[in-house]
């Protein structure tokens, strides 16, 4: 059984669901947000919020909300909750009636229902204010793959207004709705990308002594590279190295000069992620050596994201808010961690914080055409915001 929410945020259901769709049918990409964050902007200033900020980190939106007493003397009054406003490029098939007006555009993350949730907890506190100090609401462009969080963080978002805390939710298919899930310490992994170029010399596939083979060479380097997650990597430490694209040749009858490949790398820390990447260059080095071929690798294009870190005290007050929301059997703090990457690992680095799951029923799974947020789990998204703004900024 769900827990009910407060009246006064089940009489906001019909309008959060309203402005969840709105956002749905007009999904925007990476910092190329305009439509979303302008919705985000004029609503935060619709609610009287304090000071309202755009274009943080390109177009990231800033909302400064005081509590009844003022705003925040210092650093230990303020805390940071973070919604994430981009879709991805996906063509939707869920057939909704409020399905994406773009072509090859959907949000298939969720972060319109994350934005939304976090919309709805702007309008209830800016009603109430019971807090003690300043709540600073960001809304980032850029989750999905391009480090908006960090293009907000280098624009001086930490800088201009030091927080004590800073909290993120993301919905997750599976979880029933009106449920609640954390992990504990380490809960998303580091991603890394590298591209492998491995160069040899041409020839006709009848004189192969006459050549140096980089297919050869390649499909060695891509067996070795098997070897660092079974081989090299501490066996409690999770990892993944994947060779995700290999591309070399045309013809039945040519040796081809080059073979180009792709290699995601992603683990839950920095040490590890240290070792994955200096094992990888030297098993492409000396691998192509071994068959008398050149090899370069190169990093990838765009920042690689850190492990995203949930830190203890910040996660009991979490857990404090899920469970007053969601009572405490509808509450799991032993969730596993999961492999895919999350840019609030950039703010979990510079404040210490924490980062959710809410529930989004029987859905499909994140990242699929059929994936879309359920307007059920609104209110509770709302609620856990309300909630923990009266814990982590007590009146
Ligand atoms: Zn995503
Ligand atoms: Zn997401």
Redesign the pocket.
Known sequence: MNAPVSNSIAAMIPELTEWRRDFHRHPELGYDVPRTARLVAERLRGFGFDAVIEGVGKTGVLGLLHGADGPAAGAEKRVLFRADMDALPIHEATGAEYASSAQGRMHA?GHDGHTTMLLGAARRLAETREFDGTLVFCFQPAE?GEAGAQAMIDDGMLERFPVKGAYAVHNWPGVPVGAFGVVRGPAMAATGKFHITVEGVGGHAAFPHLSRDPIVAAAAIVMAAQTIVSRVVDPLDPAVVSITAIHGGEAFNVIPNRVEMKCNIRCFSDAVGETIEKELRRICADTAAALGARVTVETGAGIPYPPTVNHHAETEIALEAMRAVAGPRNVRDDVRPVMGAEDFAFVLRQVPGAYIFVGNGDSAM??NPQYDFSDAALPYGVAYWVELARRVLPA
């Open positions: 993350c999905e994140l990242h």
